[in-house]
């Protein structure tokens, strides 16, 4: 079983800065593929970025050029930098683990909101 809890969000204004943390439980992270989701009120979940167990890393068009993914399976954590920050991001943020696209694992959700 692995736990995934995200930190990190908070109100930030447009064009600024958030790094999103979301650390795992269990001793099978450093095989899971993650990746970072987003859901606004009114919208489906977005994958935003995902990152293979060997650190291969996609992103939607959204957020290409803007957010990164990361991972530091030594602390078996995952992160999302995310810069130049629009209104339009402002969302939930969710962590997850397993099948990039069918999430086996899903954290609670962080909220992010971008001020204009």
């Known amino acids: 079983q692995v736990q995934l809890v995200e930190s990190g969000g908070g109100l930030v204004q447009a064009g600024g800065s958030l790094r999103l943390s979301c650390a795992a439980s269990?001793?099978?992270?450093?095989?899971?593929?993650m990746g970072w989701y987003r859901q606004a009120p009114g919208k489906q979940r977005e994958l935003l970025a995902s990152?293979?167990?060997?650190?291969?890393?996609n992103y939607a068009d959204s957020v290409k050029g803007r957010f990164t993914i990361s991972r530091d399976n030594a602390r078996n954590t995952v992160y999302l930098q995310m810069n130049s920050l629009k209104p339009e991001d402002t969302a939930v943020y969710y962590c997850?683990?397993?099948?990039?696209?069918?999430?086996?694992?899903w954290g609670q959700g962080t909220q992010v909101t971008v001020s204009s």
């Open positions: 997850s683990g397993g099948l990039i696209d069918s999430p086996n694992y």
């Open positions: 269990g001793s099978i992270f450093s095989i899971l593929a």
């Open positions: 990152i293979t167990r060997s650190g291969s890393t």
